[in-house]
Nanobody
Framework: QVQLVESGGGLVQPGESLRLSCAAS????????MGWYRQAPGKQRELVAA???????NYADSVKGRFTISIDNAKKTVYLQMNSLKPEDTAVYYC??????????WGQGTLVNVSS
């Protein structure tokens, strides 16, 4: 059984920073890609950033230069450093692990609210 637990969300003002964490549990946990998705009210869930075990990364255009995804393989934890936050970054952020041939694993989500 694989479980992903996110933490680090909260309320911040525009221009401030937050760091999200996603800790994976499960003795047999392995993945090919881990990523952060977000879903704003009334919008579809979208990919924010992704990373492979080797450290290759991919970002949505809207967050390039502001967000950084990283991984600590020993701790089975993925981080999302979010700088220069904007109101349009407000959403529930979800951690995802792609682990074929099994179904994707998802976290429960953590709310990021950017507001003055």
């Amino acid at each position: 059984q694989v479980q992903l637990v996110e933490s680090g969300g909260g309320l911040v003002q525009p221009g401030e920073s937050l760091r999200l964490s996603c800790a994976a549990s499960g003795s047999s946990f392995s993945f090919v890609v881990m990523g952060w998705y977000r879903q704003a009210p009334g919008k579809q869930r979208e990919l924010v950033a992704a990373i492979t075990p080797g450290g290759s990364t991919n970002y949505a255009d809207s967050v390039k230069g502001r967000f950084t995804i990283s991984i600590d393989n020993a701790k089975k934890t993925v981080y999302l450093q979010m700088n220069s936050l904007k109101p349009e970054d407000t959403a529930v952020y979800y951690c995802n692990a792609k682990r074929p041939p099994f179904a994707d694993a998802w976290g429960q989500g953590t709310l990021v609210n950017v507001s003055s």
